[in-house]
């Protein structure tokens, strides 16, 4: 039964990877990706169900896994060894100076872990760009609608997780293969799997049960247990955006924008309003090509 359940709940799983890849194009022939194992149920999931991609796949391309060292104890670090192992994916745990960073520079036991996220991050990307591999993280569909509400209610812009991004710097580009993949499949999976799952060992520990991402999470089910559709509807939101219907100048302009009645029309703008225009830059741009605004 045990294993009827594990061979339908991960090929639902690698049909929304593949579907993901052919769409955004992550993963490519002969391509090295580095997957960053934190211990938790997302990373081991990642790397079990890229191994299984892997075989496959109609092409080659290659996997490894890292860890950040942060405190590891030796047991887990052998469990963590051994998943791997079984996985046939070439691991090793890195030693870093993460703990003794946060203790110098970081004062607010809040920031602690922001910071260890920071850290952490740029030390994979400095990793992934001296192997030349693709920086793979684990994140899943209720992260990225996580985010996405977080950063409308907390920082007022629309921004959530992308499937794939190139480092501001272009040294790295990160991909996200599970980024279709609901939370509680992937904890299912994880558990059919065995995996190794540890907590995380951060100097706070990530006690985030009352943070701004658990908040949103309870928000979220709840709204799912009133209307099943809300997570599905989220997540195609990120890839349904509509430029015309916000209010971004940087993405649709607006100040173009003209009835077709009022291109050439004569009384459209009158002479002296069109002489400031053209005399001073701070009235704004004068009469142009017409654009689209969608009605709906």
């Not at 579907?19 to 938790?40: A, F």
């Not at 003794?100 to 872990?113: F, G, L, M, N």
Request: with cysteine; glycine share 6%; proline share 5%.
């Amino acid at each position: 039964m045990k294993n009827h359940e594990l061979h339908h709940l991960e090929k639902h799983l690698l049909r929304h990877i593949g579907q993901l890849n052919r769409e955004y194009n992550l993963i490519r022939p002969g391509d090295r990706l580095l997957i960053g194992i934190s211990g938790g149920k997302d990373s081991l999931s990642c790397a079990a169900l890229l191994r299984a991609l892997q075989k496959r796949a109609p092409f080659v391309f290659h996997l490894e896994g890292v860890t950040l060292d942060t405190g590891i104890p030796a047991d887990v670090g052998e469990r963590l060894h051994a998943y791997m192992d079984s996985l046939e994916i070439p691991y090793e745990i890195r030693a870093t100076n993460i703990n003794s960073t946060i203790e110098k520079v970081v004062t607010d036991p809040k920031q602690i872990c922001t910071a260890c996220a920071r850290f952490r991050r740029g030390i994979l990307y400095d990793l992934a760009f001296e192997k030349r591999a693709l920086l793979v993280l684990g994140h899943h569909a209720d992260d990225s609608m996580e985010t996405l509400l977080m950063n409308v209610f907390f920082t007022g812009k629309l921004q959530a997780m992308p499937p794939v991004l190139v480092s501001d710097d272009r040294r790295n580009r990160l991909i996200r293969p599970m980024i279709t993949c609901r939370e509680a499949a992937i904890r299912r999976y994880s558990q059919l799997i065995e995996a190794p799952v540890t907590r995380c060992l951060c100097l706070a520990g990530c006690d985030l049960s009352n943070g701004q991402r658990a908040r949103t999470k309870r928000l979220i089910a709840a709204m799912e247990a009133e209307y099943p559709d809300t997570g599905r509807h989220l997540l195609a939101a990120t890839a349904n955006c509509k430029p015309s219907n916000l209010m971004d100048a940087a993405l649709w302009d607006f100040a173009h924008l003209r009835a077709d009645w009022e291109v050439g029309h004569p009384d459209a703008v009158k002479p002296a309003v069109r002489a400031k225009w053209n005399g001073d830059a701070a009235f704004g741009p004068g009469p142009a090509a017409s654009g689209q605004e969608s009605d709906d």
